[in-house]
Structures are given as C-alpha cells and as structure tokens.
C-alpha cells in the first residue's frame, strides 16, 4: 500500500493490485446500454458529461451529485464482487457505488470534491479502476500542493479523512490514444 498523503487535510491510499483478477473484461461486466450519459447544467445551459454513467445500490438510497438527484439501479454481481472484497480488506460499509465508464481519452471528470452533505463528515470512499490508466489530479483548496496519481488496472484509491473538504479532484482530457477504463467509486450515502 502506498501513503500518498497521511495529516490533517486527509488522506490518501493506493493498493495497486488490488484486484488480483486481472482478467476480468470490461466489457462483458454489463450491458453497455445500461450505463448512460448524462446531462449537466452549467450556467443555465445543458451539457452532455463526457463519459458514462450508472448508479448502483441498496433501495432507497439517492445521491444529489453534481446538482442532479440520482436514485439507485439494482446491484449488478461484479459491483457486489467488489464490495465483498472491499469489506474484507477495508472492514467498511458501502450502500452505494457511482460506475464512470470513460470510453477513451476525451471523456474526463471536471475538477470536483465529494463533499455532498449525504456523505457526512469526513467520508471514506474507495475508488477502484479497470481498463486504461489514467491519471487522477488531487488539488488543495487553501494551498499550493498537487498531486498525481496514476491509476492502474485492479487498483483501489482510498480517500479518508478531511480529504473531500480540503482537496478537488478530477480526471482531465488526454489526446493520448486509450481503451476504455471503468471506475467504480463505493459510497455510504446517510439516509
Ligand atoms: O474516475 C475516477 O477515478 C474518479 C471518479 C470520481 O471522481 C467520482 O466518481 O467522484
């Protein structure tokens, strides 16, 4: 496991293998037309998000993220896969798990934090990756320091502590040629 970032504004954890199954496919996990892209708003004006998306997660459970309120589809076996295994490793509980399929390098993630009074105080999130390496940027709030962070096929990134309210995060364009990359990011979400 590396420390990438252990005080008081949070902290950061990479297990680059975590996800010994190095040979699952992507693209027979579910059906593609079950992940959508989504619309946001920005300055009263309608975008398409550059990626795709799908909500996963116990009944009852909605998410307001990016200003859009999303309510739960039913688990689908490789998210439960994951969230067994996370529990074993972590001894964490999540109701929840946001699918971002980017289908190449032009599909991104803008410069956010998850920080929704849902996922109360100082939330730990588990983040885990499949697919094309790409790099996640953390930048902090009241301060100079940038991190990056390569995220590898099967490996999970863990945000504790402060982390979502003192840094952003995000997933910027790459005019490198990629294959698809699938995120699963694990939530507990209050309700
Ligand atoms: O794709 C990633 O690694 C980041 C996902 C993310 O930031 C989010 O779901 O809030």
Not at 61 to 82: H, N
Not at 107 to 117: C, F, I, K, T, V
Not at 158 to 167: A, D, E, S, T, V
């Amino acid at each position: 496991m590396k420390e990438l970032l252990n005080d008081d504004t949070g902290q950061l954890y990479l297990i680059e293998n975590f996800d010994s199954n190095k040979d699952r496919e992507v693209d027979n996990w579910f059906n593609v037309d079950s992940l959508y892209q989504d619309t946001i708003k920005l300055f009263g004006k309608e975008y398409l998000q550059p990626r795709l998306l799908r909500f996963e997660g116990d009944t009852d459970v909605s998410y307001i993220y990016s200003r859009k309120k999303y309510t739960t589809e039913s688990w689908s076996a490789v998210s439960l896969e994951i969230r067994s295994q996370l529990k074993r490793y972590l001894d964490v509980e999540f109701n929840s798990v946001l699918i971002n399929l980017y289908r190449d390098g032009s599909d991104s993630m803008g410069l956010h934090a998850d920080n929704e009074p849902e996922l109360g105080n100082c939330p730990t999130i588990a983040s885990v990756s499949y697919g094309a390496e790409r790099e996640i940027i953390f930048k902090e709030n009241n301060g100079d320091r940038k991190l990056r962070v390569l995220l590898p096929h099967g490996s999970l990134l863990i945000m504790k502590g402060r982390l979502q309210h003192c840094w952003k995060h995000e997933i910027r364009k790459t005019k490198k040629p990629l294959q698809p990359r699938v995120n699963f990011t694990f939530r507990f979400i209050n309700i």
